[in-house]
T-cell receptor
Framework: GDSVTQMEGPVTLSEEAFLTINCTYT??????LFWYVQYPGEGLQLLLK?????DKGSNKGFEATYRKETTSFHLEKGSVQVSDSAVYFC?????????????FGSGTRLSIRP | DVKVTQSSRYLVKRTGEKVFLECVQD?????MFWYRQDPGLGLRLIYF???????EKGDIPEGYSVSREKKERFSLILESASTNQTSMYLC?????????????FGPGTRLTVL
């Protein structure tokens, strides 16, 4: 079945460091890909998404490119801030799934030191 | 501003009690979902609904049931709460139009079963 694998955390970086969180997926169809973020004490919110190969999603300085050839959707940010500390989830939604179900990775906790 | 609300942020119940978790969305979405979130396990789908009075089991439905009598409301029921149901419960909704749609999440209910 469909699945998402993302790098385990926690990831700890200093402010202004470069961030990469790796994500790879397995899907039988043509999935849409997402990155969600969960700030402490809150629910998940969509950070960015891409719906087809070579699409780049971007938001709040974060970027991820849909790479069909490597089945990857790695999250990057050039200069992280303390306010980026959160849990990040990579996810996919297969076009053939009922109700557009989303499959989530296990999450990566990111902590940014001032 | 779009919104998914959940009836309680924190809930403490005793083993064997019947527990109701309520979720309401104001976006006229067809699809609604209940997840539980546990450390290291990411989000696991309990049940989802793609229309009023329609429901389907997710990956971990055992010990839970759901009700969707109105389009905007989706209830999760623990018939007889047990300590292994202590968890964070997240509700989400998405439109039924098209495919690969993002889900909008509520803030979560942290349930403790003693």
């Amino acid at each position: 079945g469909d699945s998402v694998t993302q790098m385990e955390g926690p990831v700890t970086l200093s402010e202004e460091a470069f961030l990469t969180i790796n994500c790879t997926y397995t899907a039988t169809g043509y999935p849409s890909l997402f990155w969600y973020v969960q700030y402490p004490g809150e629910g998940l919110q969509l950070l960015l998404k891409a719906t087809k190969a070579d699409d780049k999603g971007s938001n709040k300085g974060f970027e991820a490119t849909y790479r069909k050839e490597t089945t990857s959707f790695h999250l990057e940010k050039g200069s992280v801030q303390v306010s980026d500390s959160a849990v990040y989830f990579c996810a996919l939604s297969d076009a053939y799934s009922s109700a557009s179900k989303i499959i989530f990775g296990s999450g990566t906790r990111l902590s940014i030191r001032p | 501003d779009v919104k998914v609300t959940q009836s309680s942020r924190y809930l403490v119940k005793r083993t064997g009690e019947k527990v109701f978790l309520e979720c309401v969305q104001d976006m006229d979405h067809e699809n609604m979902f209940w997840y539980r979130q546990d450390p290291g396990l990411g989000l696991r789908l309990i049940y989802f609904s793609y229309d009023v009075k329609m429901k389907e089991k997710g990956d971990i439905p055992e010990g839970y049931s759901v009700s969707r009598e109105k389009k905007e409301r989706f209830s999760l029921i623990l018939e007889s709460a047990s300590t292994n149901q202590t968890s964070m419960y997240l509700c989400a909704s998405s439109t039924g139009q098209g495919w690969g749609n993002e889900q909008f999440f509520g803030p979560g209910t942290r349930l403790t079963v003693l």
